[in-house]
């Protein structure tokens, strides 16, 4: 069963959500890489505002390609999340609910979903074409120079995400592993 989800995310969207559950994800996410991200922190350590409000929103860990003619933006898959660990746990005490990548988050990053009540999805890697034509809408709305990295408002409907790491920190690779080698005995 596919759970058909909204933003913005609230703590009350999210707290029933599983690790390994399917998310049809509506409304307006934004993108930042690990070169925007390190630019909102630096902003953060000089005392100053975001240029966007992170207040139960999403970040979607991408770098789309241009858009094609008559196309809103063109392949849009995920990025490895690793790369924006660093930068998370800041980011989500500041009240960003949820992430969309692929790959595992270290120890700090799963104690900040747990703390801050948030949410990891997974994007599919390999289907960006197909994650693209769930993007309704898209306009940078930051840090231009960044090209492909710059932060951007996105709309989108019914974008397919999988619950990896849900608010109470269970990881889907971690119930996956055990499952498997529980099956091997």
């Known amino acids: 069963m596919e759970i058909k989800l909204k933003t913005p995310l609230t703590e009350d969207k999210i707290q029933n959500l599983k690790a390994g559950d399917s998310v049809l994800l509506s409304g307006v996410i934004y993108s930042a890489r690990d070169a925007a991200h390190k630019r909102l ?108 990295e710059a932060i951007r408002k996105m709309e989108i409907k019914d974008m397919p995400l999988v619950v990896i790491i849900d608010a109470n920190g269970n990881n889907l690779y971690d119930i996956g592993q055990q499952e498997y080698l529980n099956s091997a005995k």
Do not use: W
């Open 41 to 148: 922190i630096d902003l953060l350590n000089e005392g100053k505002e975001l240029p966007l409000s992170i207040k139960d929103e999403t970040i979607y860990y991408v770098g789309p390609s241009p858009a094609k003619p008559g196309k809103v933006i063109g392949s849009a898959g995920p990025t490895t999340s690793y790369r924006m660990d660093a930068y998370a746990p800041t980011l989500m005490d500041l009240g960003l609910r949820g992430m969309i990548g692929k790959g595992a988050r270290n120890d700090e990053v799963i104690d900040a979903i747990k703390r801050n009540k948030a949410i990891y999805f997974g994007a599919i890697g390999g289907a960006a074409a197909l994650i693209g034509k769930s993007i309704i809408k898209s306009e940078v709305i930051a840090y231009e120079d960044l090209g492909a």
